[in-house]
């Protein structure tokens, strides 16, 4: 199929015919999807794909991963309630977020050190949401610095996710990257002030920043080069040793080429044996995370930017109350995917509440758990403004790089596109729970 304009509804109208066209035509002459269609089968592929650290650490849970299953196990709650006879020939996807209409009500979600998924990592997860007109999130945590992603796919719409560090000034120097680079909201993601306890990452001592991966938005920073030459000046002594093996020099040489953009070289040799790609490294897991982190606190982001300021991983209907209270200009129901919390809430349990408190007042993005077209239009149901999609992204992108990520956004609109119209509704906008049943 070819790829679809960015903010053009009526090309997103179509996808679901000529994908399915698309798909079954190829196929009688032996073509297959680059990715499986099956959500499952695309994680077991993904994982084939992947480095066994790389699936534990997009595959992963906290704890047990008890609310990675309760996620799932929401949207079994709810049954579609199909109604025929309706004229559904055409059907419309596009919602108005933030100010502008959209082709359809995906985003994607900020998905950190994709580099261990494909050395494309986000470049090419960002020129595939481009092609499928959706706009994507740029995390804080990615392979490439804001701007170089802005490159790979100039014009599209793209939103900034920031974890707020423990430095002002290096918030505000992103903010501002964001904001010059052309990205049209900022999200803040609440819900990692502290690392959530990920056994299966423990299990295999594993934690992509110690290797000086996904900490590219930090080392193209001045703020942060800044941080990282003063604690280099500061430092006294000979560095700690540590027990030479392959897996020593590995890491080595992952985090000598992640300093590049810190040393200002581009030689291997000269990044190994200049201590400042460690110290980036040390700097980083310093100014990472903010415990401290209060509601008054995020009053400074708003001197920080003029965009838009969308708040991430909320899931408590007052603290939704708080942020729209607060000024929000958006509100994100997330558990990170079951990353952080062992037992916690499932998002799709608590969207309803939610959407009783702050609907019509601020646009809700929902995610955690959306693996189908079907599953983000029971979300749009109770009340999501729009749907982000998460690991699935990243198995498309282990499976088939940017075009495995765009076949995985294409299958979910088809599939909502014909969950709409199998529901008797020609229109995203006119979902409501009347389309649902409690199971
Ligand atoms: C994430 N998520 C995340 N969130 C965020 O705000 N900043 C980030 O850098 C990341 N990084 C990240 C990496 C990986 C590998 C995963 C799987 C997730 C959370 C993400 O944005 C989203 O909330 C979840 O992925 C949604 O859950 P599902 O649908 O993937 O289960």
Request: glycine fraction near 8%; charged fraction near 20%; aromatic fraction near 6%.
């Amino acid at each position: 199929m070819s790829s679809v304009a960015p903010n053009d509804p009526a090309a997103a109208r179509g996808i679901s015919r000529r994908t399915q066209s698309d798909v079954y035509r190829a196929g009688i002459s032996g073509a297959r999807p680059a990715v499986p269609v099956l959500p499952a089968a695309l994680e077991s592929a993904a994982a084939k794909a992947m480095s066994a650290e790389a699936y534990a650490y997009v595959a992963g849970g906290a704890g047990s991963g008890a609310t990675m299953a309760q996620n799932r196990a929401a949207f079994a709650r709810w049954q579609v309630w199909p109604r025929p006879l309706r004229d559904v020939s055409s059907r419309d996807l596009s919602v108005d977020f933030l100010g502008r209409a959209r082709p359809s009500p995906l985003l994607l979600a900020p998905l950190g050190v994709m580099e261990m998924v494909h050395p494309e990592a986000d470049l090419a997860v960002a020129r595939a949401a481009a092609a499928m007109g959706v706009p994507c999130t740029l995390s804080n945590q990615a392979s490439f610095p804001m701007e170089r992603i802005a490159q790979s796919a100039p014009g599209a719409p793209r939103l900034f996710q920031l974890y707020w560090s423990s430095s002002d000034e290096l918030n505000a120097s992103l903010l501002a990257r964001a904001e010059a680079s052309g990205c049209e909201a900022v999200v803040i993601t609440l819900d990692t002030h502290l690392l959530g306890w990920r056994t299966q990452d423990l299990d295999l001592a594993f934690l992509p920043f110690t290797r000086g991966m996904g900490i590219a938005q930090y080392t193209s920073d001045p703020v942060f080069q800044q941080l990282v030459r003063e604690r280099a000046a500061g430092a006294s002594g000979e560095p700690s040793k540590v027990r030479v093996t392959a897996k020593t020099i590995a890491a080595g040489v992952s985090i000598a080429r992640s300093g590049a953009a810190v040393t200002g070289s581009r030689s291997l040799r000269g990044n190994l044996r200049s201590p400042l790609p460690r110290t980036a490294v040390e700097t980083f897991l310093d100014v990472f995370s903010t415990p401290a982190l209060t509601w008054g606190d995020l009053t400074r982001a708003r001197e920080w930017t003029s965009l838009p300021i969308i708040l991430k991983g909320i899931v408590h209907p007052d603290d939704a109350e708080r942020a729209v209270d607060a000024g929000a200009d958006g509100i994100w129901i997330s558990n990170h995917g079951g990353r952080q919390i062992d037992r916690s809430v499932a998002t799709l349990d608590v969207l309803p509440e939610i959407a009783e408190r702050v609907a019509g007042r601020t646009p809700i993005v929902f995610d955690s758990g959306v693996r189908s077209g079907a599953d983000a239009a029971v979300a749009l149901a109770l009340g999501a403004t729009t749907v982000a999609l998460g690991r699935p992204v990243a198995y498309g992108l282990a499976v088939a790089g940017e075009e495995g990520v765009r076949e995985v956004i294409r299958n979910v609109l088809a599939e909502l596109d014909i969950t709409l119209g199998l529901a008797g509704l020609t229109a995203v906008r006119d979902l409501s729970r009347d389309v649902l049943r409690a199971a």
